[in-house]
Every structure is written in structure tokens, then in C-alpha cells.
């Protein structure tokens, strides 16, 4: 069992940054890829982006490509999710995921724990 707790988020204005975090319980971090995902009102959860348990691997869906930058600390135990030039239609819910051994990477499904979410709003 895995418990995972995000923080950081908040209102700002577009254009502007965030870093959200997201720790995780257990001692096993170090061996399995993280996942984010979004969730604006009324829309599906969408894969953000990923990083592989090393931290050696990471993309993105192409609308936060040059943007977001996720990273990991495996010593604390903690993921990333540096924000950057937000826009208002990144506002959502934000989520952070182990990746499971099945499943698409790319869709919930393949994501076995989960964080209970930050909000990030983005003002215009």
C-alpha cells in the first residue's frame, strides 16, 4: 500500500509559476514511475506527464511540453511538477500516480495509487 499526499497548489495569474509535490509513504518510491494527471470540472482525468523511477526517462502531453518540468527525489521520497507560463486553461485539479505494472501509461487505468489532489487555478 502506497499513500501519496500533493501539495502546492494555489491561485495565480497566467503567466505565472507553481511547483506542486507529492510524497509518498513506504520505502519502495525508488522502484516504480510517477505519473501526473489533471482534472478540470466537468472533463476527464488527462495524462500530464511522467517520470521513470530513476528520474532518467520523462514526457508529456504535448500541451504542457516545454512548460512543466517533473523531477523526483527519491531520498525524500517526493515527485515534482514545476509549472511554468500557466495558462487559465491549466486550471484543474492536479494528481499525483504510481504507475501500475498494466494498464496504458497515457489513462488512469494505468496508475495504481493515488493522491487525493491539489487545485491549481489560473487566473486571466
Known amino acids: 500500500q502506497v499513500q501519496l499526499v500533493e501539495s502546492g497548489g494555489g491561485l495565480v495569474q497566467a503567466g505565472g509559476s507553481l511547483r506542486l509535490s507529492c510524497t509518498a509513504s513506504?520505502?519502495?518510491?525508488?522502484?516504480?514511475?510517477m505519473g501526473w494527471f489533471r482534472q478540470a470540472p466537468g472533463k476527464e482525468r488527462e495524462f500530464v506527464g511522467l517520470i521513470t523511477s530513476d528520474g532518467g526517462f520523462r514526457y508529456y502531453t504535448g500541451s504542457v511540453k516545454g512548460r512543466f518540468t517533473i523531477s523526483r527525489d527519491n531520498a525524500k521520497n517526493t515527485v515534482y511538477l514545476q509549472m511554468n507560463s500557466l495558462k487559465p486553461e491549466d486550471t484543474a485539479v492536479y494528481f499525483c500516480?504510481?504507475?501500475?505494472?498494466?494498464?496504458?501509461?497515457?489513462?488512469?487505468?494505468?496508475?495504481?495509487?493515488w493522491g487525493q489532489g491539489t487545485q491549481v487555478t489560473v487566473s486571466s
Open positions: 513506504g520505502r519502495t518510491f525508488s522502484t516504480y514511475a
Open positions: 500516480a504510481v504507475r501500475g505494472s498494466s494498464g496504458s501509461a497515457y489513462y488512469p487505468n494505468g496508475y495504481d495509487y
